[in-house]
């Protein structure tokens, strides 16, 4: 059993493309790159079909659609105002395409969650924390301003500041991926132990509310970074509006 | 378990911000935009049916102007009827007045005239016979035209006293 759950752990390689490249080595495509794939295949196509014919006085499906992208605005905007309108579109992104990547697991035929694979979550963390440092210099007003920024609330936050840039991507990935592969794990040994029903029971549990769960927590804590770099932003953004 | 691929994490990389951008473009771009006409729709309604209302607005306005210009012009237009049928009557009583007034006059002095030429004929006549009584008592012809101017002359004396 206990070796069987290692080879289930693996990061298996499907296959790998012969070209030799320096010190990274021949082009390796792991399982969650192509479990990832046929994800974007389907949102896609979803979205496609989705959009297709949309019309000013909408359908039921379009109304539903658009309620949806309204909510994700008023939530997003929540946490970082009004100057983080222009993030909500990745940051939706990420919550559909993890949220979905975390509840993979439910469709069987032996598919894996992509973020099991700890290299997906440091992409994922990796892409937030450009997103987070990119919000903070802009919303600070240039390389002045953000330089400035690790002073604060006080000057003796700078080496905490300075740690936080390593710290936030790596509590992401880390939280993210410890989550998936625990729920992974403990699914496969419940699965183990007892036969079809009650797996499904925890399958509830591990699968789909640990995986929202966790995808909530990581677009969650990615806005509020991102709303703390705009804090100065969104202040003039609020001053502009009542001076009007 | 913990290994770290650099292939896996580039492709990873990429396939989001495929998505990201495929998104982006078909998700939210299209959204977006289809609630922004809505909203442009919606505001141009409004701002259309408010239009509407003033213009509906400024056309009653201008229904009552007119009106009441109406109701101004037809009362003038009465009054102006009135002063020109009451000058157009008096002025053709006046005229009925005067023509009568002239006829009455001609009438007089036609009767004048008559009078004057019944008299005369008379005077000629009264001279007429006086003559001949006169050629009778003197048994004699007068010189008609001597005479005759004594006649006259005796006549106007007797007319004058």
Request: aromatic share 8%; glycine share 6%; hydrophobic share 50%.
């Amino acid at each position: 059993m206990g070796e069987q759950l290692i080879h289930e752990l693996e990061n298996r390689t499907v296959f790998t493309i012969p070209i030799d490249i320096p010190i990274v080595g021949p082009i390796r495509i792991h399982e969650s790159v192509i479990v990832m794939w046929g994800l974007m295949a389907v949102i896609m196509i979803a979205v496609l079909l989705m959009t297709r014919k949309m019309s000013v006085v909408p359908t039921k499906p379009q109304a539903l659609l658009e309620m949806g992208v309204k909510f994700v605005y008023k939530f997003f905007e929540g946490n970082m105002g009004q100057a983080g309108r222009r993030y909500v579109p990745y940051l939706s992104t990420v919550l559909l395409f993890m949220g979905i990547s975390n509840m993979i697991g439910l469709v069987g035929f032996g598919i894996k969650p992509p973020t099991k694979d700890i290299n997906v979550t440091v992409a994922f963390a990796l892409l937030s924390i450009i997103l987070i440092e990119m919000a903070a210099y802009r919303g600070n007003g240039g390389f002045k301003g953000f330089l400035k920024s690790f002073l604060k609330p006080m000057p003796v936050m700078l080496p905490i500041n300075i740690m936080e840039i390593v710290i936030r991507p790596l509590s992401l990935c880390m939280r993210l991926f410890g989550n998936v592969l625990g729920a992974f794990v403990v699914m496969k040994l419940i699965e183990h132990v007892c036969g079809l029903i009650i797996p499904m029971v925890f399958s509830m549990y591990f699968d789909v509310f640990d995986g929202a769960i966790q995808a909530y927590v990581f677009v969650f804590l990615t806005s509020l970074f991102i709303g703390e770099g705009l804090e100065e932003e969104n202040h003039k953004l609020k001053h502009a509006a009542h001076s009007k | 378990m913990l290994e770290f691929d650099f292939w896996t994490i580039l492709f990873s990389l990429i396939n989001i911000l495929v998505l990201f951008l495929f998104l982006k473009k078909f998700l939210f771009g299209r959204v977006n935009a289809m609630l922004d006409e809505r909203a442009r729709l919606v505001q141009e309604e409004m701002d259309k049916a408010r239009e509407e209302a003033q213009q509906a607005e400024k056309l009653r306005l201008d229904y009552e102007n007119a009106m009441s210009d109406a109701k101004d012009e037809a009362r003038k237009i009465i009054i102006d009827a009135q002063k020109n049928a009451n000058a157009q009557s008096a002025a053709i009583t006046q005229q009925a007045q005067e023509e009568a007034g002239r006829i009455v006059e001609s009438a007089r002095q036609e009767l004048a005239l008559e009078r004057e030429r019944s008299v005369a004929s008379a005077q000629n006549e009264i001279v007429s016979l006086a003559m001949e009584a006169a050629e009778k008592v003197l048994g004699r012809e007068i010189d008609d035209d001597a005479n005759r101017a004594i006649m006259d002359a005796f006549l106007d004396e007797e007319e004058q006293a």
